[in-house]
């Protein structure tokens, strides 16, 4: 993974995952998914979109939803889901909670993430350190967010990388 503020030649694009079941399009474009009163840790996640030259990508689209604090989906609306475009710079920043357990997997954040005019890649973002990673069959340890706590609420980072255009 490319850490912001590193240079490098080249990089490999993220690793695809399943989709799941519980996508749904025409996600609103929203940045925070937290609402007040919403069960659970709050979660700040920032990042970058990089190509495989290590470029930043601006205007890149990325789509996130998944599991409240209780591990359920919201499949008649839209909590917990949404899309937004990386600034000039390639930057993202997703405000959200992190996901309870549901049987079967671990604590996940699914995600879409498209440079403009590129291919679309479906990943998932995963939490190091939970037991369930183990036995999740579709965990993948290439894919954890970088965690810290701060005075309040936990931070995380991830930064993807796409195909060139």
């Known amino acids: 993974m490319i850490q ?3 240079l490098a030649s080249s990089a490999s694009v993220t690793p695809s995952l399943t989709e799941g079941p519980y996508y749904k399009s025409g996600s609103p474009e929203q940045a925070n998914l937290y609402q007040d009163g919403m069960a659970g840790t709050k979660l700040i996640v ?9 470029q930043p990508v601006a205007n890149a689209w990325l789509d996130f939803w998944q599991a409240d604090a ?15 475009y990386t600034d000039a710079n390639g930057r ?7 996901p309870g357990l549901y049987p079967g997997r671990t604590e996940h954040i699914h995600v879409k993430v498209q440079a403009p005019d590129g291919q679309v ?10 037991t369930q990673n183990d036995s999740d069959g579709i ?4 894919l954890p967010l970088a965690i810290t706590k701060t ?3 936990l931070e ?4 993807f990388v796409v195909p060139a255009s």
Request: some cysteine; charged content about 5%; overall charge negative.
């Open 4 to 6: 912001a503020g590193h």
């Open 46 to 54: 920032t990042g970058y979109v990089y190509d495989t030259s290590c």
């Open 70 to 84: 209780n591990g359920n989906y919201d499949n008649s609306g839209y909590t917990l889901r949404g899309h937004q």
């Open 92 to 98: 993202f920043q997703l405000t959200t909670v992190i």
């Open 121 to 130: 890649i479906t990943s998932q973002l995963f939490f190091p350190g939970v």
């Open 139 to 142: 965990y993948n340890a290439s």
């Open 151 to 153: 005075s309040g609420d």
């Open 156 to 159: 995380a980072q991830y930064n």
